[in-house]
């Protein structure tokens, strides 16, 4: 082999490739307490939901209540003929909220991949502070209603968060590709048909005050209504019968059987989109 000439000797090598900097590992997020998180890559989990959806929840039933005791400021002296209108005006407030204000947030947002899942925690973060709500209303100060009410008027919030509920993960499920405010019109037609019914349809004689009115409780508003109705002729101010518990026994079935038919809707969707 021939020797290289002078000229290829005095070449400098060439450089190869510069290898990449490691870039830095960014600091990891920590909390108020400067705990970083386990087995997750930030504190994202604990922004999102349903801590939103719980404070506005818990911000509706504030001016509820607010709303209640100011209709006292003018009151010379509080009786259940002021307290009790105002008690049933903030329990259908409440009622209203659980089956309009939840799915109407709901229903804006994206559809959930887990709807069941979601509704059941959704209703945990209403009905839990709902309690709240109903339970101090049987002081004398208040309404003074029996316990035997109040535990109906919560069976009730639960029966009727059920069908909303149920309606919501219907939606979310998205196998019919329905669009999302027709759900929500559904909705509304539940909360609103039987009272606008009542208005077209004169009610029939009225027999026993204690009579449960089943007309009444086919709609999240008239069933407080109905629960909280003046039985004084039959001589309680307030009862619930064994009818009330038979109908909110079949409203609590129809939610629950929408639930689970939701349920299924989301395994099929999820089989065919794996």
Same mark, same amino acid.
């Given at each position: 082999n021939a020797e290289p000439t002078r000229s290829a000797r005095s070449l400098p090598p060439i450089p190869g490739p510069m290898p990449d900097p490691v870039a830095p590992e960014p600091a990891r997020e920590k909390d108020l307490f400067g705990r970083e998180p386990v087995g997750r890559p930030d504190w994202s989990h604990r922004k999102g939901e349903p801590r939103v959806f719980a404070l506005i929840w818990m911000l509706y039933l504030m001016g509820v209540t607010i709303l209640m005791f100011s209709s006292f400021v003018n009151a010379v002296s509080i009786s259940p003929s002021i307290t009790r209108p105002a008690g049933v005006r903030m329990l259908l407030a409440t009622a209203l909220g659980l089956a309009l204000l939840w799915p109407a947030i *709901?229903?804006?947002?994206?559809? #959930?991949?887990?709807? =069941? *899942?979601? =509704?059941?925690?959704?209703? !945990?973060?209403?009905?839990? @502070?709902?309690?709240?709500?109903?339970?101090?209303?049987?002081?004398?100060?208040?309404?003074?209603? #029996? !316990?035997?009410?109040?535990?109906?008027? #919560?069976?009730? !919030?639960?029966?009727?968060?059920?069908? =909303?509920?149920?309606?919501?993960?219907?939606?979310?499920?998205?196998?019919? *590709?329905?669009?999302? %405010?027709?759900?929500?019109?559904?909705?509304?037609? =539940?909360? !609103?048909?039987?009272? $606008?019914?009542? $208005?077209?349809? %004169?009610? %029939?004689?009225?027999?026993?005050?204690?009579? @449960?009115? @089943?007309?009444?409780? $086919?709609? %999240?508003?008239?069933?407080?209504?109905?629960?909280? *109705?003046?039985r004084s002729a039959s001589g309680s101010l307030d009862a619930v019968q064994t009818g009330h518990w038979r109908l909110l026994g079949a409203i609590a079935c129809a939610g629950g059987s929408l639930l689970l038919l939701s349920h299924a809707c989301e395994v099929a969707v999820r089989r065919r989109h794996p």
């Amino acid at each position: 082999n021939a020797e290289p000439t002078r000229s290829a000797r005095s070449l400098p090598p060439i450089p190869g490739p510069m290898p990449d900097p490691v870039a830095p590992e960014p600091a990891r997020e920590k909390d108020l307490f400067g705990r970083e998180p386990v087995g997750r890559p930030d504190w994202s989990h604990r922004k999102g939901e349903p801590r939103v959806f719980a404070l506005i929840w818990m911000l509706y039933l504030m001016g509820v209540t607010i709303l209640m005791f100011s209709s006292f400021v003018n009151a010379v002296s509080i009786s259940p003929s002021i307290t009790r209108p105002a008690g049933v005006r903030m329990l259908l407030a409440t009622a209203l909220g659980l089956a309009l204000l939840w799915p109407a947030i *709901r229903l804006a947002q994206r559809p #959930s991949q887990r709807p =069941v *899942r979601h =509704v059941l925690r959704d209703l !945990f973060v209403l009905l839990v @502070p709902a309690q709240a709500v109903i339970w101090p209303h049987a002081m004398g100060v208040l309404a003074g209603w #029996s !316990f035997e009410v109040l535990g109906a008027i #919560s069976a009730a !919030f639960l029966a009727w968060g059920l069908v =909303v509920g149920g309606v919501i993960a219907m939606a979310d499920s998205q196998i019919w *590709r329905i669009p999302r %405010p027709v759900w929500m019109g559904a909705i509304l037609g =539940v909360v !609103f048909a039987a009272p $606008l019914l009542g $208005l077209v349809v %004169p009610e %029939p004689a009225a027999g026993r005050a204690d009579t @449960p009115r @089943p007309g009444w409780m $086919l709609s %999240p508003a008239t069933t407080v209504l109905e629960l909280t *109705r003046d039985r004084s002729a039959s001589g309680s101010l307030d009862a619930v019968q064994t009818g009330h518990w038979r109908l909110l026994g079949a409203i609590a079935c129809a939610g629950g059987s929408l639930l689970l038919l939701s349920h299924a809707c989301e395994v099929a969707v999820r089989r065919r989109h794996p």
